[in-house]
Every structure is written in structure tokens, then in C-alpha cells.
């Protein structure tokens, strides 16, 4: 037999009960044994025994005697062990094993998922206890909504870049919506938009309003509308291969560096092009002379008219851009070397310093006077590419070899120093230092 409590209704006698025996009490179900309560609060067995008699006499609970529980070893008495060698003896005070009508075939099955409906109002309300700010809960205004076709695919609440602004300090007003709809055709202060940062798009539509509108015409009534019309189909026509037609429209009084700058960028006839070189205004603008050197039916003596003014760094930059035409880089390389002799000392000496000395083998044949190397001489070379092409330039000067001989990065660099002593033109004296 065995000892089971079970709870009376009601609440029991005397003071309060402690945490202990509330503990043992919570254990109490009417069907668990003195053994079992044991195990399951992992108490001593003399304490918990003396707790339940405690609540025995206070009137919480009657202990009754009741059948003991089969034993382990009593129900496999009559089934042999499939694995004798893998029997565990019982552990004093563990659980006991359930026994063998726990199988999950008796168990019932599970009931299937329920779908739990979603309550607004409650999760609104369960916002709330969090503390959420109320702003966060609100909808936008309707006329905020927009429509189903403004939603964008990745979020649907999320700004269009379309409509996020360039510059947030730009005041807003008529000028910064004009802005927004043509950002790459409003001119900067004091002057005008480069056809090269032009709109595409734009571009594309002059050209289509001249082949749909003026291209059928004869060359006569091209010239003849080159002289009065204005906007975009002045633009148009800069498009025209026609050269009348370009000097027509330099004859315009609307016309502007705009138009000069698309006919300098598009126009393919020399004869035009040498029109658009006639008018002085126009070709000192820098963005016309720079289209002009790329077009490539500028022809040599073109070039030359724009690079002669021009210093010598200019000149050796144009000789090496990769968007010039190979006759005209040719043309800038020629007028480089031929003007590099009579240029002032502070003009060569501005070339080799700023490029480095990657300017040199462009000069070969070429000698560097004695006021060009005093200025070289007046500073401390701290690159060393530019020490580099001076060890390899044959005309380098002995002040000049000799003055980076004392330079600390000659000194502290074995292999540097080596190549400038290799130098035919190294004094004998500076050897000997060395």
C-alpha cells in the first residue's frame, strides 16, 4: 500500500503557509504518492513527510492508503531483455520509468493547427502597453496615399529617387523646379552648358527635329531659316552638315556659344569649322577650342591657330589626351618640341616640374639652358620620377645631376644613386663625393 495525498477545500487553519509548503502543497493532485511528491520537488524524504503532516493537521489535505505502484523489475518479471548486458540499475530517488502501456500507438493523435484570427484592435492595443509613439501609428493623410501604379516594387512607401531633391539646401521654388526637369541644360553662373554634360536626351531630340523637319529641305531654305529662327530649332541646325547652313547660323543675332559648341562638337566639314575659328569671341571660348581639338576634320592648320597661344604644359596635355585625333596629337606634338626652344625659362621649367619629367622623351634633342637648370637647382627633388627621367634624359645638365647627388633621397637610396652616377654628365668632382 501506498501513502497518497490528496487536497481538501478550503483554506487551511493557522497563520499563513510558507513558501516551502505552498512548494509541496502546488505537488498535491490526489494522485501522486508521498514517493512521487519526493521526486518531483527533490526534497529530502523526512522533510517532506514532515511538511505534508503539517498540512495534514492544519486541514489542507487527508493522506490516504491506497495501492503502491508496480515496481520496475516486478513489470519485466515475465518479458526477457532483448540486451542483458545493457540493464541499468535504478538510481535511489530518479523518476521510475512509465510503464509499458505508454507506447505511441495508445496516444491520441495530435489535434490538427487551429488558425488563431488576428485581432486588430488588440495589437493596437498591445502597441500601446509598449509604449509606442503615437506617430507611428497614425496613417498618412489620403492625399499622401498616391496610387497603386506610384508604389515602387521593393516598398511600396519608399521615395522615388525621381522625386528626392539634388542639393537639400537649394531653396526651393520656380528656378529649383526648373532645375529638376533639366538639370543638365541650366548654364552656370556666367555662362553655358557644355555639349559634352548636355542631357542626352536632348541632344537627341535636336537632331531628330532636324532630320524630321529640316533635313528634306534644299540647302537654300536650310540657309534661309539658319537666319531668323530661334530655340530649338536653331539647336537643330547646328546638326547640319552643310557649311552655309553653319556660317548662316553664326550670322544669327540669337545665336550663342551654345550653338557655337554643338556646331564645334558635331560639325564634319573643315570649311565650317574653319568659319566657326574666324569669329575671335568664339575661340576663346576654352569648351569650343576643346570640342574643336576633338572633332576629328580639324584640319592642321586649325590646330595650330588654337594651340600657339597656348603654354607649353597645355600643349603637351593636348598632345596626349586619348580623346584627340591621332593628326591632331601628332600636330601638338610637333608644336610642343619646335616651341619648347623658345619658350622662357619659367615656362620649361613648369613643364618638367609639374609632369614629373615624363615630358623628357618627348624632348629628345632638345637642351636644357642654363637658367632653366638654376631654377631646378633652387629646389629639393622629392620625387622620384622625376630623379628617374633626368638619369635617363641625355642633355641633363652636370648642375642638375650634381645638385641630386646632395638631395637626402639620392642618399638614402643605394639604387637611385647608382642611375644618376651612370649619367655621362656627372662631374668627376661629384663622383668622388659620392
Known amino acids: 500500500m501506498k501513502k497518497t495525498p490528496r487536497r481538501i477545500a478550503g483554506d487551511a487553519a493557522g497563520p499563513p503557509l510558507s513558501r516551502l509548503e505552498n512548494f509541496v502543497l502546488s505537488r498535491v493532485d490526489g494522485q501522486l504518492s508521498v514517493r512521487d511528491i519526493v521526486d518531483l520537488t527533490g526534497l529530502a524524504a523526512p522533510q517532506v513527510e514532515q511538511i505534508l503532516t503539517r ?15 508496480p515496481r520496475l523489475d516486478e513489470l519485466l518479471a515475465d518479458e526477457p531483455l532483448a540486451h ?8 535511489p530517488g530518479a523518476i521510475p520509468p512509465p510503464p509499458d502501456s505508454w507506447i505511441a500507438e495508445d496516444l491520441p493523435e495530435a489535434p490538427p493547427p487551429m488558425l488563431v484570427a488576428v485581432d486588430a484592435e488588440a495589437d493596437v492595443a498591445a502597441a500601446d502597453d509598449r509604449d509606442v509613439p503615437d506617430s507611428q501609428l497614425e496613417l498618412p493623410p489620403e492625399e499622401d496615399w498616391g496610387t497603386a501604379d506610384d508604389a515602387s516594387p521593393v516598398d511600396s512607401g ?5 522625386n528626392l531633391p539634388e542639393d537639400p539646401d537649394a531653396p526651393a521654388g520656380e528656378e529649383g523646379e526648373e532645375e529638376k526637369k533639366h538639370p543638365s541644360l541650366v548654364p552656370a553662373e556666367g555662362d553655358v552648358t557644355d555639349p559634352d554634360e548636355a542631357n542626352p536626351q536632348d541632344l537627341h531630340n535636336y537632331r531628330k527635329i ?8 534644299t540647302p537654300d531654305e536650310r540657309v534661309k531659316a539658319a537666319k531668323f529662327v530661334d530655340g530649338a530649332d536653331l539647336m537643330a541646325l547646328c546638326f547640319d552638315p552643310d557649311p552655309h547652313v553653319v556660317k548662316a547660323i553664326l550670322e544669327n543675332d540669337r545665336a550663342s556659344l551654345e550653338h557655337a559648341r554643338l556646331i564645334a562638337a558635331h560639325h564634319r566639314n573643315p570649311v565650317g569649322l574653319a568659319a566657326l575659328c574666324e569669329r575671335v569671341t568664339i575661340l576663346k571660348d576654352g569648351r569650343v577650342q576643346r570640342m574643336l581639338l576633338r572633332n576629328p576634320q ?9 594651340l600657339m597661344p597656348k603654354r607649353l604644359l597645355e600643349i603637351y596635355k593636348a598632345s596626349n589626351d586619348r580623346d584627340v585625333g591621332d593628326r591632331t596629337r601628332t600636330t601638338a606634338k610637333g608644336l610642343f618640341k619646335g616651341k619648347f626652344s623658345r619658350a622662357t625659362p619659367e615656362e620649361k621649367f613648369e613643364v618638367i616640374w609639374n609632369t614629373e619629367g615624363r615630358v623628357l622623351p618627348a624632348l629628345l634633342g632638345q637642351t636644357i639652358d642654363m637658367k632653366t637648370a638654376a631654377l631646378f637647382c633652387a629646389r629639393n627633388f622629392t620625387s622620384v620620377v622625376l630623379i628617374q627621367a633626368f638619369s635617363r634624359f641625355p642633355a641633363t645638365p652636370p648642375s642638375i645631376l650634381s645638385h641630386m647627388l646632395r638631395q637626402p633621397l639620392v642618399k638614402r637610396h643605394v639604387h637611385i644613386r647608382n642611375m644618376v652616377l651612370q649619367h655621362p654628365n656627372v662631374p668627376s668632382e661629384a663622383k668622388r663625393k659620392a
Open 55 to 69: 498540512l495534514s493537521e492544519r486541514g489542507a489535505i487527508e493522506v490516504a492508503e491506497g495501492p503502491s505502484a
Open 84 to 91: 542483458a548486458d545493457e540493464i541499468v540499475e535504478e538510481v
Open 158 to 162: 519608399a521615395d522615388s529617387l525621381e
Open 210 to 217: 532636324f532630320e524630321v523637319k529640316y533635313h528634306k529641305l
Open 298 to 306: 580639324l584640319t592642321e592648320a586649325l590646330a595650330r591657330k588654337i
